[in-house]
């Protein structure tokens, strides 16, 4: 449970939500869109986890994505989080729980994503839980008859240990 909010493993009637809100245009502008088939496809694999958001009225107010969970390397992709409302805090709490889950539950070495580079909110949101920038992928997707970078961030999971020790000790 997240302040109001709780985080459940979806299932294949989420997959039509899941579909229209990646198309929305608020989260076109930052995620791919994957067709309905594909979504399917992916959530029946063992190699990642799909996660539903749920508001205080079991109302559909986002997803998470992870994948690479069969991987031997032990590295998670955080591939998609999307959440219908912004800036109300709720993106941070869901990702502390995906934190808990990728390090704790699925004992992931490092959890990664890729975000544009233009988007300085979520880069902020994510340096700020103590991911680090690895890279930049140089014009890495084309859309909208351009292309865009792409952000490469990690957080390892001796990082999110010392981090969650930090907090739990105090300084």
Excluded: C
């Excluded at 989260?27 to 749920?54: L, T």
């Excluded at 955080?78 to 912004?86: A, G």
């Excluded at 992928?137 to 008859?145: F, G, H, K, Q, T």
């Amino acid at each position: 449970m997240v302040s109001g909010m709780l985080l459940r493993p979806a299932n294949s009637g989420d997959i039509p939500h899941i579909v229209r809100l990646e198309q929305s245009p608020h989260a076109r502008e930052f995620v791919g869109q994957w067709p309905e088939e594909e979504h399917r496809q992916i959530m029946a694999g063992a190699d990642a986890r799909y996660f539903v958001v749920d508001d205080e009225h079991a109302s559909f107010a986002g997803f998470v994505i992870l994948r690479g969970l069969q991987t031997e390397h032990r590295a998670i992709e955080l591939k998609r989080i999307v959440l219908k409302t912004t800036g109300r805090g709720q993106g941070r709490q869901i990702l502390q729980s995906i934190l808990e889950k990728a390090f704790g539950e699925y004992h992931a070495h490092k959890l990664w994503l890729d975000v544009f580079e233009s988007n300085e909110r979520a880069r902020h949101l994510y340096r700020s839980l103590g991911f680090r920038e690895d890279g930049v992928l140089r014009d890495a997707v084309y859309r909208d008859s351009q292309f865009h970078s792409l952000t490469l961030m990690s957080q390892l999971e001796s990082e999110y240990a010392a981090a969650r020790d930090l907090v739990i000790s105090g300084p």
